[in-house]
């Protein structure tokens, strides 16, 4: 097994065996939710200097952070195409004029040349309902190289525009995961994997934003049929409080929904989130030792 990365730029992941620990405290403010794609690109190029070229799956705290797998996505090594599997209660791909954030940056890994193809699943997010139709890139889902997998969301303004192949809506969790699983049983292209835990329902670990349906045996399902093929992952989702320096960042996530965390609760969600991760490393790699 690689060395685990931690992007600590929250200070929300917990302590993972033979972790590789990068402390970013500094760049939280500027990125965290969102930010021009030129601060990115300045992150980006700090990130070059410290991170090892190889490596093993990179956590990179609250799911605020989600964009920065765009970066990691462009350091895989190699020339080989690769499909891009996303586990996330949201597309990700979002309209987002002021640069890049955490809810939109599905778009630019989806029409990299060497992406062949973009999967998120665990979809149970209103983004992909027909009240949001308009907030959302059409781009890759024209250009097919994105695909929603979503439970319990109408998604039937997608049929007048064509684009239902794009949409794999289902009824159950359980119903979406098997017909992902058997899609990719005879697949044998490589994988990026990047898990943000707002897939998964609260029960098994509680984040900052809304959640999805995805029970941890259907996580399981997805890590086991792509772990083979997998190249590069990250991990986002876990919890924290932060209050912006900004008064515009505040005002944006206050209008994405996120809610304030109680602070009396936030060592016990942690403490789940952790447990979750070290689950999630053995999942990947089934010699991952916890001890």
């Known amino acids: 097994m690689r060395t685990p990365i931690v992007l600590d730029l929250d200070g929300s992941v917990g302590a993972l065996p033979g972790r590789l620990v990068l402390p970013l405290r500094e760049w939280e403010e500027p ?12 992150f980006s190029a700090d990130l070059v200097e410290t ?52 809810g939109s940056w599905v778009r630019r890994v989806a029409m990299m040349r060497r992406v062949s ?26 250009a097919g190289k994105l695909t929603y997998w979503s439970t319990g969301v109408d998604t039937s303004w997608a049929l007048k525009l064509g684009l239902g192949a794009r949409f794999r809506s289902f009824l159950t969790s359980e119903g979406m995961v098997d017909a992902f699983v058997k899609m990719q049983a005879s697949s044998s292209e490589p994988v990026y994997l990047s898990i943000d835990k707002d897939a998964y329902a609260p029960d098994v670990a509680m984040t900052n934003w809304d959640q999805g349906t995805l029970s941890e045996a259907g996580g399981e399902a997805i890590i086991r049929v792509v772990r083979g093929r997998v190249i590069a992952s990250d991990v986002t989702g876990e919890i924290s409080r932060y209050r912006y320096r900004s008064w515009w960042k505040r005002t944006l996530s206050a209008m994405d929904g996120q809610d304030e965390i109680d602070a009396g609760r936030l060592a016990v969600w942690q403490a789940q989130q952790h447990a ?14 916890p001890a």
């Open 51 to 102: 991170l090892p070229r190889e490596h093993g799956t990179v956590f990179m705290g609250s799911g605020d952070f989600h964009h920065l797998t765009w970066p990691l996505v462009e350091r895989v090594p190699g020339k080989e195409s690769f499909q891009v599997v996303v586990l996330d209660n949201h597309p990700d791909n979002m309209r987002f004029p002021f640069g890049v954030h955490c």
């Open 117 to 142: 193809h973009v999967h998120v699943i665990g979809i149970t997010s209103g983004d992909i309902g027909r009240g949001h139709a308009w907030e959302n890139y059409l781009g890759p889902l024209r």
């Open 31 to 42: 990125i965290r939710f969102g930010c021009s794609v030129s601060s990115l690109r300045r």
């Open 276 to 289: 979750l991760n070290l689950r999630i490393l053995a999942a990947m790699c089934p010699s991952f030792s």
